[in-house]
């Protein structure tokens, strides 16, 4: 898939920077410092934002974030604190959100959680409608699921109109890591959606430079503040990955 001007597939990975100040002013100034950094992918995690109950702020915001990054892919995520955020939105007011986020045309994809929603894929295609480029994700900070069940969760979202399937886990040991990587290698090389993937932690680290293994298109690397555990600086990331 190419989006402005940049490559982003399978099993050669680029780099994401997600933006985590609480107010929009900063995190506006942190997008700067990262586009003149020639960072490919910025995630802005609207959900750490003091003012996200401020929705014509935050769109405001995110129409200048389209203005700063016209030669960065963006993403726009709101993360529920049942998958590791901030957010404590239900389901329909996750929704509106994520709506008016889509008809903002702001942003190149939407992260939205797939399993918070009871019908996702009626919503799924709702923002696609929109025009929206949707990230399907499932985040588990407390376990790797077993083989099997891992791959009923990226098949079920893989069935989606989603543009791309992301995976993130919690290893409890060696084991959990080189098994989710074998997982997601096999599921990588049959799905036609753009793929990501990480074990988080320190055990999960190797994933996050491994996406030539493990097939994902995109990892996450910190810029002062990390957003997940086991995240590494986005520039020595970067040095690993996009030789």
């Known amino acids: 898939m190419r989006i402005k001007n940049i490559d982003i597939e399978n099993f050669k990975p680029v780099v994401c920077v997600p933006i985590v100040d609480t107010t ?17 992918v910025i995630e802005w995690r609207l959900d750490y934002l003091t003012e996200l109950s401020d929705k014509d702020a ?18 726009a995520t709101i993360r529920t604190k049942r998958e590791g955020g901030k957010c404590d939105f ?14 903002s ?22 923002l696609k409608a929109l025009g929206a480029g949707v990230i399907c994700s499932s985040h ?20 989606s109109s989603c543009d791309a399937v992301k995976i993130a886990v919690m290893p409890e040991s060696a084991t959990d890591v080189t098994r989710f990587m074998d997982v997601c290698n096999s599921f990588a090389m049959e799905t036609e959606k753009l793929f990501i993937a990480m074990s988080m932690g320190e055990l999960g680290m190797a994933s996050r430079f491994s996406g030539n293994v493990t097939g994902s298109a995109i990892t996450f690397g910190s810029y002062m503040k990390k957003s997940a555990p086991g995240q590494i600086n986005y520039e020595k990331l970067r040095e690993i990955v996009e030789k």
């Open 58 to 75: 935050v769109i405001e915001g995110l129409k200048e974030f389209s203005k700063i990054c016209k030669e960065t892919v963006t993403i």
């Open 90 to 103: 239900n389901e329909s007011e996750m929704e509106l959100f994520l709506s008016l986020i889509a008809n």
């Open 140 to 159: 588990d900070f407390e376990e790797t699921l077993e083989d099997e069940m891992l791959l009923n969760v990226l098949e079920e979202m893989d069935l």
């Open 105 to 126: 045309k702001a942003v190149d994809f939407i992260d939205v959680e797939y399993f918070t929603y009871e019908r996702p894929n009626k919503f799924i295609e709702s």
């Open 24 to 40: 929009i002013k900063r995190s506006l100034e942190t997008a700067r410092i990262l586009t003149l950094k020639k960072v490919k």
